[in-house]
């Protein structure tokens, strides 16, 4: 390979050499430097092993490291068939060649010591060399890069042979991911191929951070943030510890497991209560991830405090929910089991933390621990998500053993194109740089509420810089026309519960030109395959946002405005009073100078709603922010006013439920790009909680928490206004249906 280049540079040199004398003289090396070199190597080898330090390496039993002349077949036909063989040959050297070079050998070659023959020419040759103005280092150093990569093309073509062969013995083991996304194609293809050349996905499993960001500042906080990589082959060996725990609990005759977490800390469990509902035999799990008052009392109604596990769960240990939550249920255990309250809690947080340290004081029956090295979203693989799923009864060797397989089918050596992480987020990627980036969340029935978790992980990771890509989950599915073409669609489907009119809304929507990933599920217990999948796809999606996919700047930015609040309600007993825009019938409404500037001179609910409506452009999303209880009939209310925003609009929309969608969707709303237009709906409580040992209650907590996050929102300019229903929700929700009803309806004519 060396004459191979350097004959090729010699060759160019001479062309345009018009002195006879320099072309003989390099006419002359051709087909010489390669063995010239070799000879030069040698004689370097010979004298490092003739060196008085290696003799007495030797007197101890040291052996001589023998010179390896690799693959030295001959690419030049002008030169003879042995020429790399016959020329190399001396004491204590190997030589591996390919067949036919040693089938020639046999026939024809010379077997003499010539590689310590003609030393001084080839010192001649290696300076005439020079004097060409060709550098050998330069040389090397090309035929090392390009070597290198010719094996690395070799494997990665052999890696993806036995990644498809692999894929198809599985079968269903491994959930398949295919997608549609017409004129979009040729730039995946690139992409998918552009990542093989620059190594990403090496890269990414090695924890490069440059991967995602170019600025150092962000260098640590990703390089600690890629535990989840390897978290389920750690989980293996703790699953009889799990297991102990989960025949302890049943064994104690605990009837319900009770999550107080947030983010992070709660969605993965839910996710799991939804899919699996209750396992006979196993205690039932409910997940509390509410500041409202009367959806924190539902849930302790729901239980029976004597028979309930509760797990609080933070990987901080200092997240203000779940303490509140450990505060408020500690003492009413306390009230129904006496001293023996610390029997019914489990805590699982990071190590040191603030929780870790209540959890001693109190005696907790066990203590979890987090990993550091893995952030809250993506954590569900992670004891925050694994000790709820053994509490519960799911068959934790079957869940973790099958996302350990979807681990291996999206690790280093997979090559992008058979990657389905890497394919998988580098559609999600793509698309959102083409302005598709509302990636709406298709399920069947059976894993509904998987979308609340991908929701989390998708905003929260990649809402950042004015970039991101807008999860919207719980959208009803229309037709084809309701939809504007900032979309992408992911059609999660349980292949066990295929429900025949979703497939053909998302033929409709295939067929229409609408970009659709699906993602085929064989079984439930494959939900352990969606956490790694979302989780590497989110990743990857985030390297071609070129953001950092794994902090989450605005979220505390956010809290900060509500310690703010709570500390002025400590200080003078009221939380600060806004001064609102209107107040009409059972609704007042607020919002800052800049939102109030556009609704100047709107003396009714109705003109308001409707000049905010009417800011609603093509590519923006309509978000709903509801810090009231989550009830059937409220939510049935917020579900049919999407359908008609979207509908009269065109545009996506959202719904979360506060405080819980400021752990999730919160960064996205502030950090992502200005194309929200918000309603924050507030309410006032029938009936509030105390807080034990805080000086405010949870209603207090609750409307800080709204107060923090508008604040939050009008900093970054957003368009957004506070609806106050007053005590009655559901009536004042139903008069804003009609009245977005009517506004859209007087619009359309």
């Not at 991830?289 to 901080?316: I, M, N």
């Not at 681990?407 to 698309?431: D, F, K």
Request: net charge negative; hydrophobic share 40%.
């Amino acid at each position: 390979r060396i004459d191979s280049l350097i004959d090729k540079k010699l060759d160019a040199k001479i062309s345009k050499e018009s002195r006879p004398a320099q072309r003989a003289m390099m006419e002359g090396l051709l087909g010489k430097v390669a063995i010239a070199n070799a000879k030069l190597a040698y004689h370097i080898f010979q004298e490092v092993f003739a060196s008085a330090e290696f003799q007495s390496l030797k007197a101890e039993g040291a052996r001589v490291q023998r010179v390896l002349w690799a693959s030295t077949g001959t690419k030049n036909p002008k030169y003879p068939d042995t020429y790399y063989v016959d020329n190399l040959i001396g004491p204590d050297t190997v030589n591996t060649m390919p067949e036919g070079t040693f089938t020639a050998f046999r026939k024809h070659g010379t077997v003499k010591n010539t590689i310590q023959e003609g030393l001084a020419e080839a010192k001649v040759t290696m300076q005439q060399l020079a004097e060409a103005g060709i550098s050998m280092e330069e040389v090397t150093d090309t035929l090392l890069k390009d070597g290198a990569q010719l094996f690395l093309d070799a494997f990665d073509q052999l890696m993806g042979v036995i990644s498809r062969k692999r894929a198809k013995i599985l079968g269903e083991k491994v959930d398949r991911v295919t997608y549609s996304v017409g004129l979009l194609q040729p730039k995946i293809d690139e992409a998918l191929k552009e990542f093989q050349h620059t190594n990403l996905v090496r890269r990414l499993w090695n924890k490069d951070p440059t991967v995602w960001h170019h600025d150092p500042a962000h260098h640590e906080i990703i390089r600690n943030a890629l535990g989840w990589l390897r978290i389920t082959e750690q989980q293996l060996p703790s699953i009889p510890r799990l297991l102990a725990l989960a025949k302890e609990i049943k064994e104690a005759g605990f009837q319900h497991v009770l999550v107080l977490g947030m983010g992070g800390s709660s969605l993965c469990p839910e996710v799991l209560r939804m899919t699996f509902g209750v396992i006979p035999g196993y205690p039932e799990l409910h997940v509390l991830d509410s500041t409202v008052p009367s959806q924190v009392r539902t849930f302790e109604h729901r239980v029976a405090l004597s028979k309930t596990l509760c797990v609080v769960a933070s990987k901080s240990g200092a997240t203000t929910e779940p303490l509140v939550f450990q505060k408020y249920f500690f003492e009413r255990m306390r009230q129904v089991v006496g001293e023996k309250a610390g029997d019914h809690f489990v805590a699982i947080t990071d190590p040191g933390s603030l929780l870790e340290q209540v959890a001693k004081e109190l005696r907790f029956r066990h203590i979890f621990p987090g990993v550091p090295e893995i952030g809250g979203r993506y954590s569900a693989l992670s004891n925050f998500g694994m000790v709820p799923a053994a509490l519960m009864g799911v068959n934790l060797e079957h869940f973790l053993y099958r996302a350990e397989r979807m681990r291996h089918s999206c690790g280093a050596s997979v090559p992008p194109q058979e990657n389905p992480g890497v394919i998988l987020g580098t559609v999600l990627g793509l698309c959102a740089k083409a302005g598709k980036d509302k990636l709406t969340i298709v399920t069947s029935p059976a894993l509904w509420d998987l979308g609340a978790w991908l929701e989390q992980l998708v905003a929260e990771s990649t809402g950042k810089e004015g970039k991101g890509i807008i999860p919207v989950d719980g959208e009803s599915l229309g037709a084809p026309e309701v939809y504007g073409q900032d979309r992408v669609f992911v059609y999660i489907r349980y292949e066990q519960g295929i429900d025949d009119i979703l497939e053909a809304k998302v033929k409709a929507l295939e067929q229409s030109g609408h970009p659709v990933i699906r993602i085929d599920v064989a079984d439930l217990i494959n939900l352990g395959e969606q956490f790694f999948l979302w989780e590497m796809a989110t990743a990857v999606a985030g390297a071609l946002l070129e953001i950092n996919a794994f902090d989450q700047p605005n979220v505390q930015e956010s809290k900060d405005y509500t310690k703010k609040y709570l500390e002025a309600f400590t200080r003078n007993g009221t939380l600060p009073d806004s001064t609102p825009l209107l107040s009409d019938g059972n609704v007042t409404v607020y919002t800052d100078e800049q939102n109030a500037s556009d609704l100047k001179g709107k003396t009714s609910l109705e003109a308001v709603l409707s000049v905010h409506l009417a800011r609603i452009e093509l590519g923006d999303y309509f978000a709903i922010n509801a810090y009231v209880e989550r009830t059937d009939p409220v939510h049935a209310i917020f579900q049919r006013m999407r359908t008609n925003i979207r509908e009269a609009k065109l545009v996506a929309t959202t719904l979360g439920y506060g405080p819980r969608f400021l752990h999730s969707t919160g960064q996205l709303h502030k950090g992502g790009p200005n194309s929200g237009v918000f309603i924050q709906v507030t309410c006032d409580d029938r009936e509030d909680l105390h807080i034990p040992d805080e000086p405010y209650s949870f209603g207090v907590l609750k409307a800080a928490q709204a107060l923090g996050d508008m604040q939050s929102l009008s900093s970054r300019q957003r368009r957004v206004i506070r609806l106050h229903l007053g005590a009655d929700v559901e009536k004042g929700l139903a008069r804003l249906e009609q009245l977005i009803e009517a506004i859209i309806g007087s619009h359309a004519q």
